[in-house]
């Protein structure tokens, strides 16, 4: 990648959570080497299927306290769909650990991390489209958000016009998380119940690929959620994020590949590299299911548009 002068105004590199369900070794693997990755930050936590054990809470947050060793800001991200006790018992022990920001899954969240007085941010599930609504979630104590990922750069700038209210956080890298259903759709897939769903999401790494009938990839089955085939990224949008007044990047986890996005998104953000370098360097890759913008750009999320 060719580098340019380096920019002035940084922007922090976020690992967000890892949404599928991976093997312990190769999830504390995958966390080890982002110890060494120049991401400022990580997202930890299962934030989509209550019923996948083998990180228990505990481990999170010795996991945590691994990675803040290392001199990464650490938050742990709360589960997006809360549906028993034992789920509520859960969130509860992550707002009360006071040690590590809170990224609140949905808005069932947000009266306990209140309560317990957390330092806490909004995920990108928390519908904010105004100004107004935003300044509401500052009041309530909210340090920091993530966009929904639908949202435009345009229409983030309009909020953010006058200064932030908050930094912000914007979804740049990956499957874009769409929605949470209730009924695990991997489970159906596979004839069982989920209840009895056998964990059948551990073989996929990156999901189940869904196309349509023309054989074009259109979105992934992840258990309870519903991801978009084709990878958000926003690599060759720097000078518009800035101008959006956005101070940090999100990328989301991959399988494959993931140290050299994260190296390659910082090269780009913060070391003056070629945006379009970086988005050859992207392509190269072969991301399953392509790269898209669309929605970055007030578009259908499936299309891509030039910078």
């Not at 945590?64 to 034992?86: H, M, P, W, Y």
């Not at 999901?207 to 992934?220: A, E, K, N, R, Y």
């Not at 990047?249 to 003056?272: C, K, Q, W």
């Amino acid at each position: 990648m060719t580098a340019a002068r380096t920019q002035t105004k940084p922007l922090a590199i976020s690992v967000g959570p890892l949404l599928y369900f991976w093997p312990r070794e190769t999830l504390l693997q995958f966390y080890a080497d982002l110890a060494d990755s120049p991401a400022d930050t990580v997202v930890l936590g299962e934030v989509v299927c209550s019923r996948r054990h083998e990180m228990k809470t505990a481990d999170w947050l010795a996991l945590a306290s691994d990675l803040a060793a290392a001199g990464k800001e650490v938050v742990l991200a709360t589960q997006v769909l809360i549906e028993s006790e034992a789920d509520l018992r859960t969130l509860r022990r992550v707002a009360e650990q006071g040690e590590f920001m809170v990224e609140a899954g949905d808005m069932s969240a947000l009266g306990v991390l209140v309560e317990a007085g957390a330092r806490y941010m909004l995920g990108p599930h928390i519908n904010v489209y105004s100004r107004a609504a935003l300044n509401e979630y500052a009041k309530l104590g909210a340090a920091r958000w993530a966009p929904p990922v639908e949202l435009s750069l345009a229409a983030v700038a309009e909020i953010n016009a006058g200064g932030p209210p908050m930094p912000t956080e914007v979804f740049a890298y990956g499957r874009m998380p769409l929605a949470f259903s209730a009924r695990c759709f991997t489970a159906r897939h596979h004839r069982l119940s989920k209840d009895s769903c056998e964990f059948r999401c551990r073989d996929d790494a990156e999901g189940l690929l869904l196309s349509t009938g023309d054989g074009v990839p259109f979105l992934v089955l992840n258990g309870i959620q519903t991801l978009s085939a084709a990878h958000q990224c926003l690599i060759d949008q720097r000078a518009a994020l800035v101008g959006a007044g956005v101070e940090r990047v999100r990328l989301s986890p991959t399988a494959e590949n993931f140290g050299e996005i994260v190296r390659t998104f910082d090269d780009v953000m913060n070391h003056g590299a070629s945006a379009a370098d970086g988005l050859r360097a992207i392509e190269a890759l072969r991301p399953p299911g392509g790269l898209v913008n669309g929605f970055a750009h007030a578009r259908p999320g499936v299309e891509w548009s030039p910078a």
